[in-house]
């Protein structure tokens, strides 16, 4: 790991470690693009360094990919009214009142729960970034208790916002619902969010949504192995990760001529993987496991 200024102390930024974000060595390549000095990768404002450092954070502190679909146990909070300032207490970098929210709401009646759900969609159209990834907490959470109170058109804007904080929450209820409905997950918009050049706190939990889809819906298995003869190294090697996944739980379902155009491929990585693939195949002698985590 190695410590990034956000704002370069050249740029009169700080040693200090609220100017500081860690970065694996190929990450930090990629956070100065198109700037003479540090010319190789993509380019971040300091604003979006700041939003990845407190995501990046929140992830570790809460492991989402340890979330699971029974009741939260947390203490409620009392529900005077519906309007706006429910929401105050609600914080990017931690999702515990988001979660003591709305099980407080789910409690109350649904005619409360539809007013609550409808200030929600309210509030992600609004310009405020931090408001949004908010709201992103809140959608996550009412997914995991009630699929049917958030309408798919809500989560298919929420997958094209603007921040990746948003698009991250969209593809974490696609991840949920892909075990809870999974015929509600529309594969085109989960097939976008999981795209080699999507932020990587959207296409990992997007693709883990894929290989969870992968068994019921089998049209899965062309969208993960689309990349694999591209003509770029990284998008055939983020396929070929994705077969390896579901070649460790679900490796029923990788067919013969995949196999064979993995062992084919000119590139290392995906034919080592084709090879992995015809090992496990040959040996496996039981029903695989039928999960992901999306990390």
Known sequence: MEIHHIVLKSEGGQD?????????FDCHAEVRAYDPKHAKGRKFTPSELKKHKEQWFAICSR?????????????????VKIDDSIFDD???EDPTPARRLVYSIMQQNMAVRKEFVSRVIDGLKSGDDDKRWNLGMVVEELVLWEPQLVP??????????KSFSVRSSAAMCYYYLAELEPTAVPLDVL?????YGEDWYVCTPATGALLRLARARPVVLHILAKDLDHQDAGPRQIAASAIQRLMHRDWDLIPDDLVQRMLQSPDTYVKEVGKACQKTRERAGKEPEKDYSPY
Do not use: Q
């Open 16 to 24: 200090t470690e609220e100017n500081g974000i860690p970065l694996c």
């Open 191 to 195: 097939a976008r969010l999981a795209a």
């Open 90 to 92: 609600l914080r990017c």
């Open 63 to 79: 492991a989402p990919w340890e979330s699971t679909l029974a009741v939260r146990s947390v203490s409620p909070i009392a529900i």
């Open 152 to 161: 798919a058109e809500v989560l298919e804007c929420m997958s094209t916002d």
